[in-house]
């Protein structure tokens, strides 16, 4: 069966900390992951990955995968309280039809 | 170039009652997809539209639940006889092409 896992389901952290998502998948016919930021609506676009290996930056947040090891993780450096949100992470199976989520990750940043 | 729009953005219903979601897609957006999220779940997906065809419902519950992406307007997401259980928060997302998607900013479904 195809699936998603995050972890840990929450986490709480003081501002300027350094803060890691993980998200494991074990999935049929991969073809890319995906890192969502969720406040208190839609789900925002964070970052795809396809390829191993190579990080992603923007800013304070970066991201990478292995695909052997099949995970991915989000770092987010210096975290500040506008970091606060569930961080989804969805696998693209390449049926073009859906993405498959984890439950996401709940960040708290405490000033 | 607005982006994906959902409305109502809140809908209150009473048990039996029907919902009705509404979702416009980005402009020369074809794609629409359906995801709901209940508390303390992360999304499912629900349904894969593109003009007046239903590509994929593999999410959708057998009863009551029906989707519709007409030629012209937006698409419909459409609940029948609604339960307490069908509260949750309905997101719809729109592409150009299969994956790369946008999302809206949802309808809050609660069933009194």
């Known amino acids: 069966e195809d699936k998603v896992v995050q972890s840990p389901l929450s986490l709480v952290v003081h501002e300027g900390d350094t803060v890691t998502l993980n998200c494991s998948y074990e999935?049929?016919?991969?073809?890319?992951l995906l890192w969502y930021k969720q406040e208190k609506k839609a789900p925002t676009f964070l970052f795809m990955l396809?390829?191993?290996?190579i990080e992603k930056k923007s800013g304070r947040l970066s991201s990478i995968l292995d695909k052997k090891e099949l995970f991915s993780i989000l770092n987010i450096t210096a975290t500040q309280t506008g970091d606060s949100a569930v961080y989804l992470c969805?696998?693209?199976?390449?049926?073009?039809?859906?993405?498959?989520f984890g439950t996401g990750t709940s960040l708290t940043v405490i000033p | 170039n607005a982006g994906v729009m959902q409305n109502p953005r809140h809908l209150v219903r009473r048990r039996g009652q029907e919902a009705r979601l509404r979702c416009s897609p980005m402009?020369?957006?074809?794609?629409v997809y359906w995801y709901r999220q209940l508390p303390e779940e992360g999304l499912k997906f629900m349904v894969y539209l593109q003009k007046e065809n239903i590509i994929d419902e593999s999410g959708m519950p057998k009863e009551r639940f029906s989707a519709e992406f007409p030629k012209e307007g937006p698409s419909i997401l459409r609940i029948q006889q609604v339960v307490r259980g069908d509260s949750a928060a309905y997101f719809c997302?729109?592409?150009?092409?299969?994956?790369?998607?946008?999302f809206g900013s949802g309808t809050r479904l609660t069933v009194v």
């Open positions: 396809t390829s191993s290996g």
């Open positions: 402009k020369g957006h074809s794609h």
């Open positions: 999935v049929t016919n991969f073809r890319s």
């Open positions: 969805a696998v693209d199976m390449n049926t073009g039809n859906q993405f498959y």
């Open positions: 997302a729109s592409s150009r092409q299969a994956g790369g998607y946008t």
